[in-house]
């Protein structure tokens, strides 16, 4: 069974800027992966982890328990972000966990739309929804 990694790779989160701006950074950094990925060999491939979830995850206990997994640590790293930026000041107190759940569930949405138009530029289309969910949320307390 091919290994299913649990960590989240830090290439657009390890940039100092806001907690904010990192999140917009993510989907950047995926429209540009993916924007490579149609330039070179034609195909949208969507999140890989979402199309194991997909395919897989009701016809196999272990790997949707570790896909749970994967999706708790991105979850995770989310809600890290948000409350970086409640301490910032950048926002009010909101419910991290839901919030962060919320954006996990969209961008693989927006990897979902994109791939099934096999356009990377849905991703840039759809990238500042994230953070217009995070200002909605935190404006209206949605999640509380």
């Known amino acids: 069974m091919p290994k299913i990694s649990s ?4 290439w657009p989160l390890s ?3 806001s907690p904010l701006e990192r999140l917009q950074r993510v989907f950047e950094a995926t429209y540009e992966a993916h ?3 149609v330039d070179n060999h034609g195909q949208m491939m969507g999140c890989p982890l979402g199309n194991f979830a997909v395919e897989l995850s009701c ?5 949707r328990q570790k896909l749970a997994e994967t999706f708790d640590g991105w979850t995770g790293v989310i809600e890290g972000m948000l409350r970086e930026a409640a301490a910032n000041g950048d926002l009010p107190a909101l419910d991290v966990d839901t919030t962060a759940q919320t954006l996990i569930a969209y961008f693989e949405g927006v990897l979902l739309l994109a791939k099934t138009q096999n356009d ?3 991703v840039k289309k759809l990238a500042r929804g994230a953070v217009y969910l995070v200002e909605a ?3 209206a307390r949605l999640y509380e």
């Open 7 to 10: 960590s989240v790779g830090t």
């Open 35 to 37: 924007r490579h990925l």
């Open 15 to 17: 940039v100092t800027c």
């Open 120 to 122: 990377p530029g849905v």
């Open 59 to 63: 016809q196999d206990d272990v790997i």
């Open 137 to 139: 949320a935190a404006r």
